[in-house]
């Protein structure tokens, strides 16, 4: 066990959490991270109506007895907000422990999160909305710095400066995105002031993701260049990989577009088609940096012992570096 603040909030064994994932974060994703001592998160996105949702929360309750959390887009263009306060509804009705927000502040649920017993875990890319997710009551907050996949913010600021910066910053626990994938990673985190590590990408290329073959073979030969941003000129930035479908949005944001004409491509049905038939020019894929630093496709339990192992023996060794002077 590791012992941090999100740990005893959360009630898991390590500070290791699952961000949310359209399409990929479904019940077999997240329940093998919850059922390896980590924070699994199933995401709304993924589904289509509110029953799809009740159903995926349940088939998470008959494949751990573990926490898990499930993400929520506040952004209308993805989830309109009658539906969110809807999910809102169901999340407490079913006794989700811990929701993850993302897009957008979640302070006109927050209140209603709070009453109805779930923890609320927001995702941010930068110092001062952290600081107002702890005004209006979050629980921890999530930092992603600018390597992160999907959106990292217009500041472009990595998590190097980013995650002690927000734990300088806030009061409520702190939790590191953007990057990580190892047990280097977690010490860095936790040096850095952090409670815990979330990942996307790292999971992404795990066994039990559902997604092709061809691009978890994809993800094992890429190097930490092979993703782009994207969507800048709406004021929506999104880290991707390189491929086709990032190559029209980057040639219709060149020469001036709108959110509307570039809605069908940046929806997510491309990624969804990616992942069904791997073929990689179908469809915006969210990606980070950090592929390039990912050369195996493991188990979720496999990627959480891993960094736990890791972790322990860089934490032995560092501490040998200090020695008593005469
Ligand atoms: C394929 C993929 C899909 C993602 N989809 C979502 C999403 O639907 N909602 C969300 O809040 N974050 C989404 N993210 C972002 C992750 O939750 C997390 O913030 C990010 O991956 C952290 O950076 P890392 O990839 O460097 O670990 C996605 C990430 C990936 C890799």
Redesign the pocket.
């Given at each position: 066990m590791i012992k941090t603040r999100i740990t005893e909030m959360l009630g898991i064994e390590y500070p290791i959490i699952q961000?949310?994932?359209?399409?990929?974060?479904c019940a077999e994703l997240a329940s093998a991270v919850s059922n390896a001592g980590g924070l699994g998160i199933v995401?709304a996105?993924s589904f289509l109506s509110l029953d799809e949702i009740r159903q995926e929360i349940r088939r998470m309750r008959d494949m751990t007895d573990k926490p898990f959390g499930l993400?929520i887009?506040m952004l209308p263009i993805f989830i309109p907000g009658e539906m969110t306060s809807r999910i809102v509804d169901l999340l407490i009705e079913e006794q989700v422990p811990v929701v993850?927000t993302?897009?957008r502040s979640p302070e006109e649920f927050a209140h209603r999160l709070k009453e109805g017993g779930v923890k609320l875990i927001h995702?941010v890319p930068a110092v001062r909305f952290a600081q107002k997710a702890e005004r209006i009551g979050a629980d921890a907050v999530?930092v992603?710095g600018f390597?992160?996949?999907?959106?990292p913010g217009m500041d472009d600021v990595p998590s190097l400066i980013l995650v002690p910066k927000a734990a300088e910053s806030v009061s409520i626990p702190v939790i590191a995105?953007?990057?990580?994938?190892d047990g280097k990673g977690l010490v860095a985190a936790l040096a850095m002031g952090a409670e815990a590590i979330?990942?996307?990408?790292?999971f992404?290329a795990s066994k039990e993701a559902p997604m092709h073959e061809n691009c978890k073979k994809w993800m094992l030969g890429a190097t930490e260049r092979d993703t782009r941003i994207v969507e800048r000129s709406i004021r929506n930035p999104c880290r991707v990989i390189i491929n086709e479908a990032s190559d029209k949005v980057v040639e219709l944001e060149a020469r001036g577009t709108t959110l509307e004409e570039l809605l069908p491509i940046i929806s997510g049905k491309g990624?969804r088609a990616a992942y069904q038939s791997g073929d990689l020019n179908a469809g915006i894929?969210?990606?980070?940096?950090?592929v390039g630093r990912i050369h195996e496709i493991k188990s979720c339990a496999e990627i959480i012992q891993d960094i736990v192992q890791e972790a322990q023996s860089i934490t032995g060794r560092l501490g040998g570096l200090f020695q008593q002077g005469n």
């Open positions: 961000g949310g994932m359209q399409w990929l974060a995401t996105l993400n887009s993850e993302a897009g995702k999530t992603v390597e992160c996949a999907g959106h995105a953007g990057g990580f994938c979330l990942m996307g990408t790292r992404m990624g894929i969210a990606c980070g940096q950090v």
